[in-house]
């Protein structure tokens, strides 16, 4: 098998391992239940390779974690994506305008959002409001010194 099938196949394989793993821990973050599978794929794909030309074998983990990357981007996407989101609600039936306004108010949208952050631990609630949590500064200015090398500021 070459090098590149290879990667396409280990990676659809730690895509239907994420599936299956999703389904078994549906409360857990699942960016880094997609790392875990990933890494175990990388691995795998590393033992399973044949190949001695160290050129061939980067090309093939290259491959594979920019499949990877890939997925995981498309995946955020969809998970924060607002027109995605209603689009999945409205899969299961109509829904009126009055309430797609209220489930998508900016009120709601930033509650689900803080909700989020809460649950995977970069806020917590304070006496006046919301604060980081260490976990959540850490993460801040790892965000700031992104968005100062990448002139965002």
Known sequence: ???????????LAAVLL???????????????????VAVAGAVA???S?????VGVVLSA???????????????TLALGSISANMLMLLRHGEASLAELRNRYAATSM????????CHAGYLRQADEGWTLTARGRTLAER???LRRFLGHE
């Not at 983990?61 to 995946?75: G, K, P, Q, R, S």
């Not at 930033?110 to 952050?117: A, K």
């Open 110 to 117: 930033t509650s689900l959002r803080i909700q989020r952050l």
């Open 18 to 36: 994420h599936s299956v793993a999703a389904r078994w821990f549906p409360l857990g973050n699942r960016v880094k239940l997609f790392a875990f």
């Open 49 to 53: 390779m044949k190949e001695k030309d």
């Open 1 to 11: 098998m070459t090098s590149t099938l290879l990667s396409v196949s280990g990676f």
């Open 45 to 47: 794909l590393g033992f």
């Open 61 to 75: 983990f290259l491959v594979y974690a920019l499949l990877c990357e890939l997925y995981v981007f498309a995946f």
């Open 143 to 145: 965000f700031a010194r």
